[in-house]
């Protein structure tokens, strides 16, 4: 793997200090101990939209929310078996990121691809929360190791396995990479950033095509999602 | 004639292995990337999914906990019979999607697209998919699962002659980069492209191409094998890597498949086959032998044959 330079490893809580958290920086890896919750579509809609009562003791009991539904059963005996955890992408949640963050006092927004540096800016640093990201994406059965126990799982009647509410404990539970920080500088932009650079070379040769989509950019930084 | 026990058995098995064990071809693949990857972010990446594939093998649960989409490719050589016919195979499909969604565990992910009516077992209204191809000769049939990854890293779009390789160019590269982006394609991947056919089949042509075809195959035609090893090495050029990090491993392998078009179009299609490129295979016999196997060998000569009648091989050797 030629030279390349080892980033940072650090432990940290699912109820993380400010001082922690201060700590930070893009790119470092991060494995989580204490109990993390998932929170998708479902948990938001059904908590802020519908207004019903959060199962669980937030932040207090856990300030990590998880984008993500694990691949899972609920055995005859109510007990629970997690295989493989895998995020799912959250830009798809900024609707409701903003109330959730001040409702829920989460302070670690867990997901896949992050969020846009406006979005950081805006509500998250405000609220003192940063991102990380799960590496790869699909580290699952890696990240399934890192859960020691499911401590219970609110809302499955209500919104099914995928999207109901999972109270996992962690154990060293990782590799997370942090994307964003306490100023709200985000990591995947900064990444485009530097590739974009070098874009214009890699598209000598090529020509747009003859018929054009509506709408469609020919701006190589944009950022697609936002 | 094919016992339909065996059949589910069998399947069940393949459910299995996809969700767990990384093909050997695409793990070699990736062993490569890792191997030349310098991008200190990116490197990262690749030893985790390196480690990520141990592990799953190891404790024996899914490598990924989306389990994408399963589907199924059922081959049948021409002489093949199955007790209680296609309507049992079927059926015996669908029953070990469903246990096996129970069984590995993996994440029930098919819902109904308006109600998200969700059976918690990934069978639903055309779930899984079941696609059928035939070979002359032949008492087996080949049973192939694919766990596609993804709501991301593929597209379509009609192209002309006029556009050209510069404009297949182009929209291979804009595909690439735009879902490369935050890595929302999980790439490095296995990148499936479609050419030609109608719109239908030029996606179905590309994805097969990523998930039918393994890491090193080329395409018969010598230029479009030409245009593979291309395309790979352009990808690998853009200067992105795992997760959209600065590196250089984004694309696995290239593989091309093309399909007569219309006379004035030139359709085109990008399918990535992700981190998680989970596919296998197992070919059962009449006799009840079955043999597991990871490479799909969907694409035969009768797969891509070109002329009216099809004649075995053997008499193509002789008439010519
Ligand atoms: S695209 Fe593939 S590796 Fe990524 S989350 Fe989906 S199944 Fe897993």
New binding site residues.
């Given amino acids: 793997m030629g030279n390349t330079a080892m980033p940072r490893e650090i432990r940290l809580s699912t109820t993380p200090t400010p001082e922690a958290l201060a700590e930070l920086r893009l790119g470092d890896i991060v494995y989580l101990d204490g109990l993390m919750y998932t929170a998708r579509e479902g948990v938001y809609k059904r908590a802020l939209e519908e207004k019903a009562n959060i199962p669980m003791e937030l932040p207090s009991e856990s300030a990590a929310n998880f984008h993500c539904s694990p691949a899972a059963r609920i055995n005859a005996d109510g007990s629970f078996d997690l295989g493989a955890v ?1 995020a799912t992408a959250s830009f798809r949640f900024a609707k409701w990121l903003p109330e959730w963050l001040e409702k829920s006092g989460a302070k670690l927004v867990i997901g ?1 691809g992050g969020m846009s540096s406006k979005d950081y800016k805006s509500y998250f640093v405000p609220n003192g929360a940063i991102y990380l990201s799960t590496v ?3 580290t ?1 059965a890696l990240l399934g190791r890192g859960v020691e126990n499911v401590e219970a799982v609110h809302w499955n009647d209500e919104l099914g396995l995928a999207q109901a509410m999972w109270v996992i404990r962690c154990n060293r539970m990782g590799p997370f990479i942090v994307a964003s920080d306490n100023e709200g500088n985000c990591l995947f932009e900064r990444e485009n950033a530097k590739i974009a650079e070098n874009l214009h070379r890699v598209y000598e040769g090529t020509r747009p095509a003859t018929l054009k989509r509506y709408g469609e950019t020919d701006d190589r930084s944009d950022e697609v999602i936002g | 004639m094919i016992s339909i026990d065996l059949i589910e058995k069998t399947a069940g098995v393949l459910m299995d292995k996809a969700a767990i064990e990384i093909p050997q071809d695409y793990l070699d693949g990736l062993e490569g990337a890792a191997e030349v990857e310098d991008g200190d972010l990116s490197s990262f990446v690749l030893q985790a999914m390196l480690e990520n594939y141990k592990a799953a093998k190891e404790d024996r649960r899914a490598m ?5 989409c399963p589907r199924w490719y059922v081959k049948m050589g021409n002489d093949a019979r199955i007790e209680g016919g296609p309507v049992a195979l079927e059926a015996a499909l669908r029953r070990a999607t469903a246990d096996a969604t129970n069984g590995v565990p993996l994440r029930p992910n098919r819902v109904h697209p308006l109600w998200r009516t969700d059976h918690n077992n990934n069978v639903g209204i055309g779930a899984p998919e079941i696609e059928y191809g035939f070979e002359p000769g032949g008492e087996w049939i080949d049973l192939i699962t694919v ?1 596609k ?2 709501l ?2 593929t597209d379509y779009r009609m192209l002309f002659p006029s556009d050209g390789i510069e404009g297949i160019k182009r929209f291979y590269l804009d595909s690439l980069v735009a879902f490369g982006k935050r890595g929302l ?2 790439q490095p991947a296995i990148i499936g492209i479609g050419l030609g056919g109608s719109k239908d089949t030029c996606m179905v042509l590309g994805k097969r191409a990523a998930c039918l075809r393994t890491v090193g195959d080329r395409n018969p035609d010598p230029k479009i094998a030409e245009l593979e090893d291309e395309f790979k090495e352009l990808g690998n050029s853009i200067g992105m890597g795992a997760m959209g990090f600065v590196g250089k491993s984004m694309v696995i392998d290239c593989n091309i498949e093309v399909g007569y078009c219309h006379t004035g179009g030139m359709q085109m299609s990008v399918h990535a086959f ?3 490129s989970r596919r296998a295979v197992a070919r059962i016999h009449s006799d009840g032998r079955v043999e597991y196997r990871t490479d799909p060998e969907w694409f035969t000569p009768y797969q891509r044959r070109e002329t009216v009648e099809w004649e075995t091989p053997q008499c193509h050797e002789k008439s010519a």
């Fill in positions: 895998t896949k790869g994406y699909g699952g | 990924c906990g989306d389990t994408g766990h990854g993804g991301f890293g394609a999980c992700c981190l998680s």
